[in-house]
Structure formats: structure tokens, C-alpha cells
């Protein structure tokens, strides 16, 4: 069953060339992108759609996030804005909720985002373990999130509990926890930071991963500047995340690597930290992508378009930066080439604006400009 949708004002390929093309169309075949091209010269299908001449791009690819947990984090929220600083340890709020809930409560709430997350473009979605914390609690947020997200990272080194010895969980996050979450996952992550895991712990978390055919990526240079970018790229880790406190050797170690650095400034708001500088990552050559890290401690929004005018607004990334940062650079990240472009043979994501361009997505920044989805050649989002 082929579908023609004709119509496209604006349609941003990302594709090698990352081409956009005018009056153009697209068909769709089964779950993949079949054709695009000139409305023109457009094939016959099965069937037709028009989108009234708006703008169309690939779903959204949003590379971290933390939606398996439970509990409310609004009154740490309302007292960091009261001036309070953001700390990792509220990361531990979180782990006891989310272990006192049920199977089917992570299940609904993990949904409720997913659903959330689609409605607003995002078609593919990473997310991390790391609310658990224990072998049996690790697993069981592996195993309820590859039930519905794309990618799964186990993220045991997120915080080192309350009350265990550092090294001593270092080593059963290395050992056997790795060892029971593995199957249910692709990635491995650690917070390297000040207050979380420290360089050595982080590196030990991290080969051991790497030994197991896990690809890495690190929460790196967050609240402050440290190990963690440097430790990336030394180790080969598909992504560095937050980077908001880079010095300049960090810079260029990414610049001169395969690692992507992706950055989250939904984040650096919601804890009141500086924006991250993009401009230079992307001027000194380094891949750089857009991520919410939705989850109720740092960053509880959804939003791939509010990241994406942030990026435009107030770190000086151009529209088409931006653009590239939220959909076929993190895809990239996460090891994906079916995703985050839309060229024939692609995954059908498709994401159609109610704009005649992508530029209104930071020209009319807090609009919401969604207008439909089709996930897997299959339309889940209607006006
Ligand atoms: O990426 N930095 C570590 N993890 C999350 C925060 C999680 C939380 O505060 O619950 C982050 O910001």
C-alpha cells in the first residue's frame, strides 16, 4: 500500500546533501520512504495525501532521555528557581518512587511520554535506565522501556545510592548488574561528575560495557568542567551529553573525534546553568545534536521543537544547525542511518509542520506547530 503526499511547501531531506527541496512530494510504501522529489514528476500510489503547501522534515530524534520513573519533582523545581542549586542527589527522590511503583504504572507513564513526545514530532526515542539502581530494578526498567522506545541505555552508574560505598557500587554497576541488564539493552552510560561517579569509576562502568558489545555514552560536563568529555572520546563513546561546561581542550578533543556531543538546553534552564556554546563546538568541527533529557529532575519537557528554538534564539545555531542537531545527528549518535532523514529507503517518520517553513519553528518560538505524524509509514498524529 503506497501512499503519495503531495502538497510539501518545504521539505527538508536531511538527506547526504542535506537538501531541501521546494513544491516537492514524497511517497510512502509500507513503513519506508519510497520516493521524493519534485510534485512534478511525482509516481502514481495507491493513495494521496495533501498537506496544503506546509513544511515537512523528519521526525524528531530525541537521544536521551530518562522516562522510566514515578513521583513528582515539582517542589524541587519551584525551590531551584527560588534560587536553591541543582544537585545530583535529587536524583535519588526519584529512585525511591520509581521502585515503590508497579510493572504497569512505569508502563502507563512511560506511554503517556511516548504519546506526548509523538503528538509534538519525536518519532524516535533513547531512553535510560537509572532510576532503579539495583540489579533486579536496573532489569526491570531495561526491560519495560525496550517494550516501547526505539534504543534502551543502561544508566546503573547514575547515582551512587544513599549510603553505599562509591567503589563498591562502581563495581557491581561494572559487574554483575551490567551483566544481568545487558540483553535488554544496546548502550551504556555514567554520570561522570562531581557528586555522581569520578573519572576512574566512570572508565571502570564503561570498558566493562564496552567488553560486552555495549556502545557507550556518558553524561559529561554538566554542573561543572571535568573528566567526562575527555574520558569519552578517549573511549570511543558514541555520545557526550550535556557538555555545558567545556574547556577548550574539550572542544577540540571533540572536534577531532567521532563522538557527538549533544547538548540539552531544556536542562540548562531548568537548573539554571549557562547555556552550552554550540557555536564553538560546530565552528571547531564537531558533530553537535539537540536532545530534551526529559525526565522530572533536570528537565521535564518533551519538547524537540522548544530545544530547537532555544538552540536558534540563544546559542546561535542557524535554523538549519538546528535542524540537523534534533533529527539526522542524533540518529547518527545512536547508530541509526533509518532514521532522522527522509531519502527513499528511510524509516517513513514523517513530521509536517503547520508552517510553509521550518524556520517558524524559531521564528514562532512556543507555537505549537505539529501539525501530523506518520510513524513507520503509519499516521498517528491527525489535525
Ligand atoms: O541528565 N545528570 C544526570 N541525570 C539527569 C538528571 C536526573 C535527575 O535529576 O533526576 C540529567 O540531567
Given amino acids: 500500500m503506497s501512499t503519495l503526499i503531495t502538497g510539501i511547501a518545504e521539505l527538508r531531506t536531511q538527506d547526504d546533501d542535506l537538501a531541501t527541496l521546494h513544491g516537492a512530494a514524497l511517497v510512502v510504501d509500507g513503513d519506508r520512504v519510497a520516493w521524493v522529489g519534485s510534485a512534478a514528476r511525482a509516481p502514481a500510489a495507491d493513495s494521496r495525501v495533501d498537506v496544503g503547501g506546509r513544511a515537512v522534515l523528519p521526525g524528531w530524534v530525541d537521544s536521551h532521555t530518562h522516562l522510566l520513573f514515578a513521583g513528582d519533582r515539582t517542589a524541587e523545581f519551584a525551590a531551584r528557581m527560588a534560587g536553591q542549586p541543582y544537585t545530583a542527589g535529587g536524583i535519588a527522590t526519584t529512585v525511591a518512587a520509581t521502585r515503590a511503583a508497579t510493572d504497569d504504572e512505569l508502563r502507563a507513564n512511560l506511554r503517556r511520554h511516548v504519546a506526548e513526545a509523538l503528538a509534538q514530532g519525536t518519532t524516535c526515542l533513547e531512553t535510560k535506565t537509572g532510576y532503579g539502581l539495583t540489579v533486579d530494578d536496573e ?70 560495557a564496552a567488553a ?66 554550540a557555536r564553538a563546538l560546530l565552528d571547531a568541527g564537531a558533530a553537535v545534536a539537540l536532545a530534551t533529557n526529559c525526565n522530572p529532575g533536570s528537565s521535564y519537557t518533551s519538547s524537540m521543537a522548544f530545544c530547537v528554538a532555544t538552540a536558534v534564539l540563544q546559542m546561535r545555531m542557524t535554523v538549519d544547525e538546528a535542524i540537523t542537531a534534533a533529527t539526522k545527528t542524533p540518529a547518527r549518535s545512536l547508530g541509526r542511518q533509518d532514521v532522522g532523514h527522509l531519502a527513499p529507503g528511510a524509516r517513513a517518520d514523517i513530521h509536517v509542520l503547520d508552517a510553509p517553513s521550518a524556520t517558524h519553528l524559531a521564528y514562532r518560538p512556543g507555537v505549537p506547530l505539529t501539525h501530523s505524524v506518520w510513524r513507520r509509514g503509519t499516521r498517528l498524529v491527525s489535525p
Avoid at 554483575?176 to 561522570?192: G, I, K, N
Fill in 139 to 208: 532489569v526491570r526498567l531495561a526491560r519495560l522501556a525496550a517494550e516501547q522506545v526505539d534504543e534502551v541505555t543502561y544508566l546503573g552508574a547514575h547515582l551512587v545510592p544513599p549510603g553505599a560505598d562509591p567503589d563498591t557500587y562502581a563495581a557491581l554497576a561494572a559487574g554483575d548488574m551490567l551483566a544481568a541488564v545487558a540483553p535488554h539493552v544496546r548502550w551504556a552510560d555514567v554520570f561522570c561528575e562531581t557528586g555522581a561517579f569520578d573519572e576512574s569509576q566512570s572508565r571502570t562502568v564503561l570498558t566493562a
Fill in 212 to 277: 560486552r558489545g555495549l556502545g557507550l555514552r556518558v553524561h559529561g560536563n554538566q554542573l561543572g568542567r571535568g573528566p567526562g568529555v575527555r574520558l569519552a572520546v578517549e573511549l570511543g563513546a558514541a555520545s557526550v551529553d550535556h557538555c555545558t561546561h567545556l574547556a577548550p581542550a574539550d572542544v577540540d578533543a571533540l572536534a577531532g573525534s567521532t563522538t557527538v556531543a549533544t547538548l540539552l538546553p531544556a536542562c540548562d534552564l531548568s537548573t539554571r546553568q549557562p547555556l552550552p556554546d
